[in-house]
């Protein structure tokens, strides 16, 4: 039961207009604050200045002699490809390397997907009467945005403690040839900071399909993300579908965006020699190449997998000072009141907080007023709409400590004063 069902009326009443009285005060302040996505903060990004003029007037050639000022490399570079194939638990040739942005690589596929189909495809998804994915929920908005802006249509899984809720993931499939894949953000997920179990990813692998063309769209976004030095271990997906007789069955995922730079950075995918052979025919009709001078940047900048594990503990410097004031301020400020509950992710970019059910929209309104910018209520749910209306994603790395903190202060005030407000209204007050 939580705390404030506890109280009487008039206990009650006296409560909420304690929190009402704090509230005005904070928004007096006229605070202007920003919390709404996880983007790294200005120390973070000059972790990597030094890539800015990491080329000499000479240093322009790739390993296999490509130019790299000039057309071609389709795929990229073959040093991008080794540095970053260890990331993905890939081979060099099973991976292709492209431009600035993994989510506009998952835009594109899914585009030829609805254009044309893919590899196992008999028909262009576009010619088929509806067209599925599954959305394990909360999860990422732009994924879910890719969907709708595509006429596909979204069904959403539920999150156990160790990934999506498989029995549900498997009954679905395995009946509807219209479902044709799923989103996954494996490791340190987002917003939840889950990392799928090995139990969850072979079921994943193995899992029969009606759909002859299912695939798994792997997002391994934070897969070298910690904020501890005990990292959590994610089976790999590859050799997992491999094992399963499954080769085919995924796309993943991931990018330098929140490891470099996020608007200059590189993306990257690994998929089967198959699939790699068929994307590889689709790209030499969309471009002209990547742009491979910034690919050779990476590889000068970081050099091996050494230098990008050291420079990540740099990157956890910096924002787990963030987390653990986040944290701190919940337990302290929540913690026992059995009104709110939230994540404490191991590694990646939020902070997953769970309100008791109808309080969401209301508490990111208020915070708002007040001057604090969060995540819209709803956004890490198909169609922005969730069912309890209770998930508020927290992003800590952008602001400043002070900053945070007081947006902090603010967000669990929210979270007391509209909790009290549904109390008072259950009881008709």
């Keep these: 039961m939580n705390e404030l069902k506890s109280m009487n009326d008039v206990t009650l009443q006296e409560y909420y207009t304690g929190l009402s009285h704090a509230y005005e005060n904070v928004q007096a302040q006229k605070l202007k604050l920003d919390m709404s996505r996880g983007k790294p903060c200005t120390d973070q990004l000059d972790l990597s200045v030094d890539l800015l003029d990491c080329l000499s007037k000479t240093d322009y050639k790739a390993t296999d002699g490509t130019d790299c000022r000039n057309y071609g490399g389709m795929d990229g570079i073959p040093e991008a490809k080794k540095l970053f194939s260890w990331m993905l638990e890939a081979k060099p040739e099973e991976v292709i390397i492209g431009g600035n942005s993994s989510l506009n690589m998952m835009h594109d596929l899914l585009s030829r997907a609805m254009l044309h189909g893919l590899p ?3 028909f262009p998804w576009c010619k088929l009467p509806r067209v599925k994915f599954l959305c394990p929920s909360p999860g990422y908005d732009r994924h879910f945005a890719i969907c709708q802006h595509l006429g596909i249509e979204m069904i959403m899984i539920n999150y156990l403690d160790d990934g999506p809720d498989m029995d549900q993931v498997e009954k679905l499939v395995a009946a509807d040839s ?3 894949g799923i989103w996954c953000v494996p490791k340190y997920s987002n917003p939840t900071g889950i990392t799928y179990s090995d139990a969850v990813v072979k079921r994943l692998a193995a899992m029969p399909t009606k759909a002859p063309d299912f695939y798994i769209f792997w997002d391994n976004a934070y ?3 910690h904020l501890t030095n005990t990292p959590d271990q994610l089976l790999d997906i590859l ?4 094992t399963a007789g499954h080769p085919d069955r995924v796309f993943e995922f991931s990018s330098t965006s ?3 730079f996020p608007g200059s950075g590189i993306a990257m995918l690994a998929s089967s020699a198959k699939n790699i052979s068929w994307l590889k025919k689709q790209l030499n009709i969309q471009t002209i190449g990547p742009d491979k001078l910034n690919q050779l940047r990476h590889v000068r900048f970081f050099k091996d997998q050494a230098g990008i594990e050291a ?3 740099r990157h956890a410097a910096i924002i787990k000072p963030k987390f653990d004031l986040v944290l701190e301020i919940l337990e302290s400020e929540l913690g026992g009141k059995n009104i709110a509950s939230w994540s404490n992710p191991q590694g990646g970019y939020f902070i997953n907080l769970d309100t008791l059910p ?12 007040a001057g604090v910018m969060l995540t819209p209520a709803g956004a890490t749910y ?5 069912p309890k209306d209770k998930n508020i994603r927290l992003s800590p790395t952008f602001p400043p400590l002070s900053e945070l903190k007081q947006a902090m202060e603010l967000v669990v005030l929210c979270v007391k004063l509209v909790s009290a407000e549904q109390e008072l209204a259950n009881r008709g007050l």
């Design 120 to 122: 196992e495809s008999e």
């Design 178 to 180: 219209a479902i044709k």
């Design 223 to 225: 897969v070298v993300h």
């Design 239 to 242: 050799k997992t579908c491999t």
């Design 258 to 260: 929140k490891i470099s």
């Design 311 to 313: 420079h990540m503990i």
């Design 358 to 369: 109808g309080c969401a929209q209301k508490i990111v309104a208020k915070a708002a007023a």
């Design 382 to 386: 198909p169609y922005g709409k969730d």
